[in-house]
C-alpha cells in the first residue's frame, strides 16, 4: 500500500515565489517517488471564508489547476481536483464540528490574525481548521506537505482523528502527519523580510507571482530591501540579503557558502541582477507551459482533468464518510 498525500491551495489569484518554492516544487518531487500517491486539489471553499468576487473566484480555480500543471505536477500521475466537486468535504466538515472544541479553534494563530482584519468576522473563518480536518481525514493521508504555518491546523487535524476515533473506540481516521520540508527556508516578502511573502500583500513589490515577466522581476528585486552594508553575507541582522541568498539558494540549487564565495567583493546592484535573473530562469518554461494551458482549445483538457480527478477523489471520500457516518449511529443509504 503507498503512502497517501493530500494538499491543497486557496484559489486567490496567481501564486508567488514563496508558494513555488516552498509547497508546489516540493509537491513535484514528491510525486516522483514511487512509494507515493498524491492528490492535489484546489480549496475553492475555504477561499469564501473571506469575500471573494464571484468572476475572479472562477478565474482562480482554473487558474490553480493550470498553475499546478505548469508547475509540473502531472495529472497522469496525480489526482488533481477542485474541492466542491466532491461534496463529501462539506458533508464531514459538518460532522467533524460536533467532535471539535470552539476552544481549540479559538487558539488557532491564524483565526487570530484574519479575524483581527474583519469587522464582521464569519463562523466560516472560525471553521477553517475543521473543514480542513475533512479534506485530510476523507483520503485517510498519511502525510500532508504544507508551510510552517499550517502546522497548527495539521496539529488540531490529529486531534480531531484522535477524539473522533477514541469516542467510537474504532480506528476510523488514520492520523495525519504534516510534511514540512526543512531544506526550503521561508521565502519572505521583498518589502519587509520579516514578513512571509503573500499574495494577498497590498504592496506589489513584496511578492514575486509565478507569471511575473523578467522585467518586473528585475524591477522588484531591485526595489527589494536590504541594508546599507554591501556585502553578501547571511546573517539575521540581514534579513533582506539573508531572504534574497536563500531564494537564489532556492532556485540554483547552490550553498550559502558557495554563494558568498561567488558574490564575495561584489555590491548588492549586481548581486541583486544575479538573483533576478536566476528567478527568472525558473518561472520562464512554468509560464511558457501556462500560457499554452490557458488557451481556449485547451480548456476542455483541463476540465477533464479536473472532472476525472473528482470522480477518484469522490469513490474514496464517499467510503470513508459512509464509515463515518454509521460510527456515529446514521442510518446511511
Ligand atoms: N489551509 C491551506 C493553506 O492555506 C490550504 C488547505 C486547505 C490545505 N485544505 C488543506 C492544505 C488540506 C493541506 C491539506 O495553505
Redesign the pocket.
Known amino acids: 500500500m503507498k503512502k497517501q498525500i493530500?494538499?491543497?491551495?486557496?484559489p486567490s489569484g496567481i501564486l508567488t515565489l514563496g508558494n513555488y518554492l516552498g509547497a508546489l516544487r516540493n509537491w513535484v518531487k514528491i510525486q516522483d517517488e514511487e512509494e507515493y500517491e498524491c492528490k492535489f486539489f484546489v480549496?475553492d471553499l475555504?477561499s469564501i471564508t473571506v469575500s471573494q468576487n464571484p468572476e475572479n473566484l472562477r478565474n482562480n480555480i482554473k487558474s490553480i489547476v493550470m498553475q499546478y500543471i505548469a508547475s509540473g505536477i502531472d495529472p497522469e500521475k496525480n489526482t488533481i481536483f477542485i474541492q466542491s466537486h466532491v461534496h463529501e468535504h462539506s458533508e464531514l466538515a459538518w460532522l467533524l464540528n460536533n467532535y471539535t472544541y470552539i476552544g481549540e479553534l479559538n487558539r488557532m494563530t491564524q483565526f487570530k490574525d484574519k479575524s483581527k482584519k474583519q469587522e464582521n468576522v464569519k463562523v466560516g473563518l472560525f471553521d477553517y481548521p475543521v473543514l480542513?480536518a475533512a479534506?485530510?481525514l476523507l483520503y485517510d493521508a498519511d502525510y500532508?506537505p504544507?508551510?510552517e504555518d499550517?502546522r497548527q491546523?495539521l496539529e488540531i487535524t490529529r486531534d480531531i482523528a484522535q477524539r473522533f476515533n477514541s469516542t467510537y473506540n474504532k480506528e476510523i481516521f488514520k492520523i495525519p502527519e504534516a510534511l514540512i520540508t526543512k531544506s526550503t527556508a521561508r521565502i519572505m516578502s521583498l518589502q519587509d523580510p520579516t514578513k512571509k511573502m503573500s499574495k494577498s500583500d497590498e504592496n506589489k513589490d513584496g511578492f514575486i507571482s509565478l507569471l511575473d515577466p523578467r522585467e518586473v522581476i528585475e524591477k522588484k528585486v531591485k526595489r527589494a530591501v536590504t541594508d546599507s552594508e554591501n556585502v553578501i553575507k547571511y546573517s539575521d541582522e540581514k534579513p533582506g540579503i539573508k531572504n534574497l541568498i536563500n531564494i537564489y539558494s532556492a532556485v540554483t540549487d547552490k550553498n550559502i557558502e558557495e554563494i558568498e564565495k561567488e558574490f564575495e567583493g561584489v555590491g548588492y546592484g549586481k548581486f541583486k541582477q544575479a538573483v533576478a535573473g536566476a528567478i527568472a530562469d525558473t518561472l520562464e518554461p512554468i509560464q511558457a507551459k501556462y500560457n499554452e494551458l490557458a488557451l481556449p482549445e485547451n480548456n476542455e483538457y483541463i476540465e477533464n482533468i479536473c472532472r476525472k480527478g473528482a470522480e477518484v477523489a469522490q469513490k474514496i471520500a464517499k467510503e470513508k464518510l459512509k464509515e463515518v457516518q454509521e460510527a456515529i449511529g446514521f442510518i446511511t443509504k
Open positions: 493530500i494538499s491543497g491551495v486557496q480549496a475555504h480542513m479534506d485530510i500532508v504544507v508551510g499550517q491546523h
